[in-house]
């Protein structure tokens, strides 16, 4: 698995130059890679509180039109109850741009993980639609999921995501991080068991980073959500770790 987000990572490194190369080329590569002592999603450990190896690129046009994948080693799909490998591969595209100040993005996230569900479990696979709008260093961004089951959970189309994020310059290389998010599933579980009632929550998330030379950054965070008793044991693994535990995070990332 980390082989794969490496070699991403390096195909995208390898393309970059030759891009860059023509100055007036409306085509642009990115790419990222990162370690991170854990890897956390919407304030829940998706690799059971230990370190995750993380990277993908990104493809952008003049038009605004984009595409890119990023990967990442997880583990909740194995220590769960959906069963599967310890890969996450996203898969995105869509349409962005902006006025002013002002920042628009829609576009489509598809969430992939390889592997061969559990007798009785759900695949873990997940297709989100999602509009953005951003404002200075403040952003708001909703996700609905399209796909009929998703992260595990049956009967799931029509689950949204809020996110609302203050990314605030302290010094031109000293970032702050302010985020709340609101989970929403929807659909029946089983009859008379909602999705809402034992999957719904909502996060947090405060954090630093800081900007080094040569496109690295190291940052720190703290992440908590508010799981209630319901909530708690659908997030719990088999390892018996909760994973929506209030938590910190430190990482080293590389952009090129």
């Given at each position: ?5 490496i070699r991403a990572a390096l195909v995208a490194t390898a393309l970059v ?6 100055a007036d080329s409306p085509h642009s590569l990115s790419g990222n890679l ?223």
């Open positions: 698995m980390f082989k794969n987000t130059p030759a891009l860059a190369s023509a990162g370690v991170y002592s854990q890897y956390i999603f919407r304030g829940v450990s998706q690799t059971d509180f230990d370190p995750a190896l993380q990277g993908g690129f990104d493809y952008s046009h003049s038009s605004g039109i984009y595409a890119g994948t990023w990967l990442s080693n997880v583990s909740w799909t194995a220590t769960g109850y959906t069963g599967g490998g310890s890969l996450e591969m996203d898969f995105y595209g869509g349409y962005k741009g902006s006025i002013g100040d002002f920042g628009y993005d829609v576009g489509l996230l598809q969430y992939y993980y390889p592997g061969t569900v559990v007798a009785g479990g759900f695949r873990a696979d997940a297709l989100e639609a999602y509009v953005g709008g951003s404002w200075k260093w403040l952003s708001l961004k909703y996700s609905h999921m399209v796909s009929n089951k998703g992260f595990g959970v049956p009967d799931a189309s029509g689950t949204y995501y809020l996110d609302l994020t203050a990314t605030i310059p302290v010094t031109d290389k000293l970032s702050a991080v302010v985020h709340y998010g609101i989970q929403k599933f929807s659909g029946d579980f089983s009859p008379g068991v909602s999705n809402d009632s034992i999957a719904s929550f909502d996060d947090y998330k405060v954090g630093l980073s800081y900007t080094l030379p040569k496109d690295f950054t190291i940052g720190a965070f703290y992440t908590g959500t508010s799981m209630d008793a319901t909530a708690k044991p659908w997030y719990t693994g088999r390892t018996g770790k909760f994973w929506g535990k209030d938590t910190g995070t430190v990482y080293i990332s590389k952009s090129f």
